[in-house]
């Protein structure tokens, strides 16, 4: 065991502790870099997407199974290219990013092509029902878009302008105003033009026009 007592300093023989600083003035920190040797920082950006995305819905579901309650999430997505194009989609993951992804994948599949005229309005007035969803869209001259709920995001994401949308429903449901939407604008898809092939004419039909020509001469 050791016995020995500690040293005891008086004020002239102690260590001092002046030669030790603290702080944002403290020179130990080694020599500063001149604000000319610095290099900028490169920021990354992020690509941009392909279409503009809008969030339709999102819900978590819950199902019970034997060994408890199982948990997902449900995802609606609407896409659009602001240049005649829409699309819509769902999907269900266990993680909102794969429910993103699964209805973003959808919606590019259920993408289609809109008629529009030189004001990228609608030619005529449609009208569609999806479920208790009813909906009516007509063209009006310069007044802008007159639309409410999820069928402006839509008709916005589809670029379209100078069109009244008249929702005659009372549903709140989210989904279903954006299929009713959906369903009304496929009404206006365009028609791919088709190449021009001449008809196809069978034997018998080709033998049939040839006695009828020689009739006609005789």
Do not use: C, W
């Not at 920021?43 to 060994?67: L, N």
């Not at 030189?118 to 009813?134: D, H, L, N, R, T």
């Amino acid at each position: 065991m050791d016995t020995t007592k500690p040293k005891q300093y008086t004020n002239s023989s102690a260590p001092s502790n002046n030669n030790r600083s603290y702080g944002a003035n403290s020179n130990n920190r080694g020599p500063r870099r001149e604000g000319g040797d610095r290099k900028p920082r490169t920021f990354f950006e992020k690509p941009k997407p392909e279409f503009d995305q809008k969030m339709v819905s999102i819900r978590r579901v819950t199902r019970v199974v034997a060994g408890g309650r199982r948990m997902t999430f449900a995802v609606a997505l609407a896409i659009g290219d602001k240049k005649g194009s829409i699309g819509l989609g769902t999907g269900k993951g266990g993680d909102t990013a794969i429910a993103i992804t699964k209805a973003l994948r959808q919606a590019k599949k259920n993408m289609f092509k809109i008629k529009v005229t030189k004001e990228m309005s609608i030619p005529y007035e449609v009208s569609s029902k999806f479920s208790a969803s009813k909906l009516t869209m007509m063209p009006n001259r310069g007044k802008g878009l007159v639309a409410g709920s999820t069928v402006r995001d839509m008709l916005i994401l589809a670029g379209l302008k100078n069109i009244t949308a008249k929702l005659h429903s009372g549903s709140k449901n989210k989904l279903n105003n954006a299929r009713v939407a959906y369903k009304t604008l496929y009404m206006l898809k365009a028609q791919a033009s088709l190449p021009k092939v001449s008809p196809f004419i069978s034997e018998q039909e080709a033998e049939v026009k040839d006695k009828v020509i020689s009739e006609e001469v005789k």
